[in-house]
């Protein structure tokens, strides 16, 4: 969970891009990266695979307010998408204060979907944490194609936690300031009620 850093006065806060590969989630913080002034935000850290575009994370701190005197740095991450890297995405779900889920809204990608949000579950479940007990937003992204599951589907195959959910293009930044938003709110709150 959150690090508490008393020297420097800061609350450090990891918050995971999940989902299938290449629905949308480096997008979505390539997006965030860009639109952040300089001066809130570190460098973005990406390291590319010939299958996917992120391997390992991207890393972005923001500077998001104070809370009883520490300054808030939330730390984005993704995950890489396909199925054999595992292991990498259980690693960086380790100490995870707020989870996006980000769906691919094209009709053929919702085995993914699930395969995807089936794998969040039990690699949580492995970490000692369950969704429903954790700040958790869904992001249905590629809204702009033509050939997409509607939203009430996407929900009933996807949502069964009734988590807040936002329609995206992340390529153009829709919807990805409020789901981010979003899912920073609810961390916030659960640092306000710990600390």
Not at 12 to 30: A, F, M, R, S
Not at 49 to 58: G, H, P
Request: proline share 3%; aromatic share 10%.
């Amino acid at each position: 969970m959150s690090f508490v850093n008393y020297r420097t006065k800061e609350i450090n806060c990891k918050i995971v891009y999940y989902g299938p590969g290449l629905g949308g989630k480096t997008t979505n913080i390539q997006y965030i990266y860009h639109k952040t002034t300089s001066d809130s935000k570190g460098k973005i850290i990406s390291l590319n695979t010939e299958n996917e575009r992120t391997l390992f994370f991207d890393f972005l701190p923001l500077d998001l307010g104070v809370i009883r005197g520490f300054k808030t740095r939330f730390h984005l991450y993704t995950v890489p998408g396909q199925v054999f890297y595992e292991a990498s995405r259980r690693l960086i779900l380790k100490g995870v204060d707020g989870v996006i889920f980000v769906a691919d809204s094209q009709v053929e990608r919702m085995d993914e979907n699930i395969e995807s949000l089936n794998d969040l579950e039990k690699n949580l479940l492995n970490l000692g944490h369950t969704i429903d007990k954790l700040p958790f937003v869904m992001q249905w992204n590629k809204r702009d194609l033509p050939n997409i599951t509607s939203v009430s589907e996407l929900k009933k195959q996807l949502n069964k936690w009734d988590a807040p959910e936002f329609e995206s293009v992340a390529i153009d930044g829709q919807g990805v300031f409020e789901t981010l938003k979003m899912v920073s709110k609810f961390v916030l709150m659960n640092l306000k009620g710990g600390l």
